[in-house]
């Protein structure tokens, strides 16, 4: 009988201890912050700035419905030493406790991911509203406060859904690779890779930006472009996801454009999908087009010799023929391996450059250093190696080969008359 009365007392306890609700605070006391900003001003000042939700206008009814994001959100921009003290001074002038539990991006200007971000993000990893799941971001010559204050897009009336939309699609083009708090921490404590960020910007009042430049040489003749970069006459939403901002350590050192990008996510094995523009290899001054995917995880051998780390890299692509303007009939089994050949070339360049970018930086942001570990016994030898030097030092040897396996509704291309 006695055990009976302490099971009873003891799953009493357990139920109290397991409701739902412990924080005491109504939904209407409370406003949510949807996405986070971090900028250095020009007098050296750190910013702040929170975009919140406005709970009135998702209210029952479609005539309150928002219309747009700027019904939808509020912006606040203050001047803190510290994220902490901004979400005190910013609880000064919004009525509602600020909760953060919600944050679906920490957007940061390139003036303090130049100068290091380490000191900004280890807070949010000890306190209770943050996850590791928030999204992390660079602003290309630009500031988080212009970013967020000009993100006006028109299918998402919630900044947040916005943000959670663009990285979900990413693999639709492989241009640029969503990236988190989760994923930068991993990168910058393993030893071995390098961080990278998500790199995004927004068009310039100033002008539109001049086309990028092709290199004549090169076989792929989609233009290499970064956020904040893209020629297209004024858009109503400015704002730009597109190419990748490279870490040595916690500081930005350098930026990927979308092509580069493309090889950073095919030597990840994170490539999705997309579309290639190429030279067409038998007809001058014409393009074939073709969407590829990866057909395997790549193939990656790591080695050290005489103290110089060797990587061979193999890649396997699959390919679909989607326009042919020269009429050459490439679905046929010897002009179809000569359009393979210039695919194989065309991402191999690709890929060579993203490693000219990155390795005399000295940031394998690709994390090919990690494939090293083995080669050490002890942990004590591996963490006294200098990972950005033995990268930089590097010798890499890039193989691609590409199968095409499709060629759309089209069985045979007849020449143009």
């Keep these: 009988m006695g055990r009976r009365i302490i099971a009873a007392v003891l799953l009493s306890v357990l139920c109290l201890a397991a409701a739902g609700c412990n924080g005491a605070r109504e939904t209407d006391e409370i406003a949510y912050v949807l996405l986070m900003g971090i900028d250095r ?3 050296g000042q750190l910013e702040y700035t929170l975009q919140f939700a406005v709970p009135r206008s998702f209210g029952a009814g479609s005539s309150s419905a928002p219309k747009d994001i700027t019904e939808a959100s509020e912006v606040l921009t203050v001047k803190a030493v510290t994220l902490a003290e901004a ?8 009525a509602r406790i600020l909760h953060l ?3 679906k991006g920490i957007i940061v200007g390139e003036k303090i991911a130049r100068e290091g971000i380490d000191a900004h993000l280890p807070p949010l990893t000890r306190f209770r509203e943050y996850r590791g799941s928030m999204f992390l971001m660079v602003v290309h010559n630009g500031t988080a406060r212009e970013f967020i204050e000009k993100n006006q897009p028109k299918l998402e009336v919630s900044p ?7 990285m979900a699609s990413s693999g639709e ?6 990236t988190n708090i989760h994923d930068y921490y991993c990168r910058l404590k393993n030893g071995g890779g390098a961080p990278y960020l998500t790199l995004v910007g927004s068009l310039s009042e100033r002008g539109q930006p001049a086309e ?8 792929d003749k989609t233009g290499g472009y970064v956020a904040g970069e893209i020629p297209r006459p004024s858009p109503d939403n400015p704002t730009e996801f597109l190419g990748t901002a490279i870490f040595t350590g916690d500081k930005m050192t350098g930026v990927l454009d979308n092509k580069q990008t493309r090889g950073l996510a095919l030597v990840e094995g994170k490539f999705g999908r997309g579309f290639l523009s190429l030279a067409d290899p038998l007809a001058p001054g014409k393009i074939v087009n073709l969407e590829i995917e990866q057909g395997r995880k790549p193939k990656i051998e790591a080695s050290i010799v005489d103290g110089q780390a060797k990587f061979f890299i193999d890649i396997f692509i699959e390919a679909e023929i989607t326009a042919i303007s020269s009429g050459v009939y490439y679905e046929g089994d010897d002009y179809r391996e000569r359009l393979e050949r210039q695919v194989s ?9 993203m490693l000219d970018v990155t390795q005399p930086l000295g940031s394998d942001a690709a994390g090919l250093s990690c494939r090293l570990w083995p080669e050490f016994n002890r942990y004590q030898e591996l963490s006294r190696v200098d990972w950005p030097a033995m990268y930089r030092n590097a010798d890499i040897t890039v193989k691609v080969v590409t199968k095409i396996r499709r060629s759309g509704f089209i069985t045979k291309t007849s020449p143009i008359t």
């Design 173 to 178: 083009s492989s241009s640029y690779l969503p």
């Design 41 to 43: 001003n020009h007098d």
């Design 212 to 219: 990028a430049a092709k290199e004549e040489h090169s076989i």
């Design 87 to 94: 979400r005190d001074l910013a609880n000064s002038t919004v």
């Design 160 to 166: 947040n859904r916005y943000i959670e939309t663009m």
């Design 345 to 353: 070339t065309a991402i191999q360049q690709n890929i060579r450059a």
């Design 101 to 103: 539990a919600h944050v």
